[in-house]
C-alpha cells in the first residue's frame, strides 16, 4: 500500500547481537571480536564514547527510545541486578529505555526500565549466573515434569513459566514476565512513548520480539495461523506493527514519520525448543530461493526483509538495489542534517526514499566471526573449518575446505560454484576482500 520494498537489503550478521551493534555504531561487527551473541550477563558492549545513531539523533534535537530487545551488554560485567543497571542504553544515546538483558530465552527473565528492573520487590533479590546453578531451584534438564514447552537443544537450564531458558536465576518472582504477555507489554510501551512524544522529534527504536524462541503467541493469536506458535507470533508482530502505524495517524505523524522495518539476521526454524516450528512447516521455505539462514554465510544469513515507508514522501515501489542496515546511520544524519558519519556507514537517504536506485557495491558479511565479500553481483567465502550443516538448526552455516565463489545474478541459491571457472574473478575479489581487512588492522 505504500513504501518501498528492497529485495536485496542485509544486516550486517547472520546473528543478533553483531546485527544490532553494528546497526547503532555503523560499523562492521567484525571489526569487535568482542561482537558476538551475548549472554544475559555480558558487559555493554558499545564503547560509551562512540558515535551512535541514538546519539546522533539527540545532538539534531530529536527525543530518543527503545523499547523491546537489547541483547548488547550491560553494565561493566558485574551486574547487581538489584540497583541501578549502568552502562546501558541511557549511556550510548537514548533518552528512554524499556528493554530485556537480552532474548526471551535467556536470564534474566524480567523488564528494566531506565535501568532499573521493574516491579521488583527488594526483598526477593534477582541472583543471576551462567555457569552454575543455585541450589535448590530446578533446571529443565533435571525437572522436566514442569516443563510446558520443551527443549531441543541449549535450554535446559532455568526455568521460568514452564520454559526452560539459558542461564540461572534465583529470585526477583515479582518482576519475571509472562512471556504471552510479552508483545502487549512492549506495544503498550512502544504506544506511550509515540503519544508521549507527538509534538517534538523523535526516534523509537521498537525491537520486537518475535519470532524469536521461545515462540508463545498471546492466547489472541494462538492457532490463527495453522503454523503452530511460529505461524502465530509472526502474525501477532505484524499486528503490533499495524498498531504503531495506527498511533502514529492517530495523532497525524505519517506524512511527518519515516519507519524502517527489517530484521537483524535470517530465518530460523528449530532454534532451541520443541514448538512444531519444524513440522507444521510444509513445502514452505522461509529463506526463499536463498540457501542458509540464520548462523550462516550464505545469502539467507543476512537478507532480510526491509522496508521504508513515509506517507506521502515514499511512493510505492520495489528495488533491487543493494543496501545494508549499516548505512541507515550515515542516511539518517544526512536527512537530519548531522555531518557525522559511522566509521563504515553510507548515506544512501535517496534509495531509501525511492529517489535513487543506487546502492551499495560492495558489502562484508558476517557469521559467528566468519565473513564473506560481496561486489556486485559476485559473493566470495573463503575457506573455514567447521561443519557444513549446523546439526541441531539443520543450516547449512557455508563452511568449506576451498574458496566459494557464485554470481547471484543468474545463481541467487548458490549451487553453481565458480570459484575455478572464473579463476581471474575470484583472484579479484581476494584482493579486494584482503585490502579491506588489511585496512582494519
Not at 528492497?6 to 571480536?33: K, M, Q, V
Not at 536527512?335 to 557525522?340: E, P, V
Not at 556507514?345 to 558479511?365: H, M, P, V, Y
Not at 538448526?393 to 574458496?403: A, M, P, Q, R
Request: charged letters at 25%; a negative charge; aromatic letters at 10%.
Amino acid at each position: 500500500q505504500g513504501g518501498t520494498l528492497f529485495t536485496d537489503a542485509h544486516s550486517s550478521s547472520a546473528t543478533c547481537s553483531p546485527s544490532r551493534y553494528a546497526l547503532l555504531i555503523g560499523e562492521y561487527p567484525w571489526r569487535n571480536e568482542k561482537a558476538r551473541i551475548l549472554s544475559g550477563t555480558a558487559p555493554l558492549l558499545i564503547d560509551t564514547l562512540r558515535l551512535t545513531l541514538p546519539g546522533m539523533l539527540k545532538e539534531r534535537g530529536y527525543h530518543t527510545g527503545i523499547v523491546g530487545k537489547w541483547h548488547l551488554g550491560l553494565g561493566d560485567g558485574m551486574i547487581d541486578w538489584n540497583r541501578h543497571i549502568s552502562p546501558g542504553p541511557n549511556n550510548v544515546g537514548f533518552d528512554y529505555s524499556f528493554i530485556m538483558a537480552a532474548t526471551q530465552d535467556r536470564v534474566p527473565t524480567v523488564y528494566i526500565e531506565n535501568g532499573k528492573v521493574c516491579n521488583l520487590d527488594p526483598d526477593d533479590p534477582i541472583e543471576v549466573n551462567y555457569r552454575e546453578n543455585f541450589p535448590g531451584e530446578p533446571t529443565g534438564k533435571d525437572n522436566p515434569e514442569m516443563l510446558k514447552m520443551k527443549y531441543h537443544h541449549g535450554h535446559n537450564n532455568s526455568i521460568v513459566n514452564g520454559i526452560p531458558r539459558i542461564g540461572f536465576m534465583k529470585g526477583g518472582q515479582s518482576a519475571r514476565w509472562v512471556d504471552e504477555n510479552m508483545a502487549d507489554t512492549f506495544l503498550v510501551k512502544a504506544k506511550q512513548y509515540i503519544t508521549d512524544h507527538r509534538n517534538e522529534p523523535f526516534f523509537l527504536y521498537y525491537a520486537l520480539q518475535q519470532p524469536h524462541v521461545p515462540r508463545t503467541p498471546n492466547q489472541r493469536f494462538v492457532g490463527k495461523t495453522g503454523m503452530g506458535p511460529r505461524g502465530d507470533v509472526i502474525i501477532e508482530a505484524d499486528w503490533c506493527i499495524g498498531e504503531i502505524i495506527s498511533t502514529l495517524e492517530k495523532h497525524n505523524l505519517l506524512e511527518t514519520t519515516l519507519i524502517i522495518l527489517s530484521s537483524d539476521n535470517g530465518p530460523v526454524i528449530n532454534d532451541g525448543y520443541y514448538d512444531n516450528a519444524v513440522e507444521k512447516l510444509g513445502d514452505h521455505n522461509p529463506s526463499g530461493p536463498f540457501r542458509g539462514g540464520k548462523y550462516s554465510l550464505f545469502e539467507a544469513g543476512t537478507r532480510v526483509p526491509f522496508i521504508t515507508y513515509w506517507k506521502g514522501k515514499i511512493e510505492p515501489a520495489v528495488s533491487d538495489a543493494l543496501v545494508s542496515q549499516i548505512d541507515i546511520l550515515s542516511s539518517l544524519a544526512a536527512i537530519t542534517g548531522s555531518d557525522k558519519k559511522g566509521p563504515d556507514s553510507k548515506s544512501f537517504i535517496d534509495t531509501f526514499l525511492g529517489a535513487s536506485q543506487s546502492g551499495r557495491n560492495e558489502l562484508i558479511l558476517e557469521a559467528s566471526g566468519r565473513t564473506a565479500y560481496r561486489k556486485g553481483p559476485w559473493v566470495m567465502i573463503p575457506p573455514y573449518k567447521g561443519p557444513a550443516i549446523g546439526k541441531n538448526v539443520n543450516i547449512e552455516l557455508g563452511n568449506s575446505e576451498i574458496y566459494l565463489l557464485y554470481n547471484l545474478g543468474d545463481d541467487p541459491g548458490q549451487r553453481i560454484n565458480r570459484a575455478e571457472s572464473d579463476s581471474e574473478k575470484l583472484e579479484e575479489m581476494k584482493k579486494a576482500f584482503e585490502n579491506i581487512l588489511e585496512g582494519a588492522k
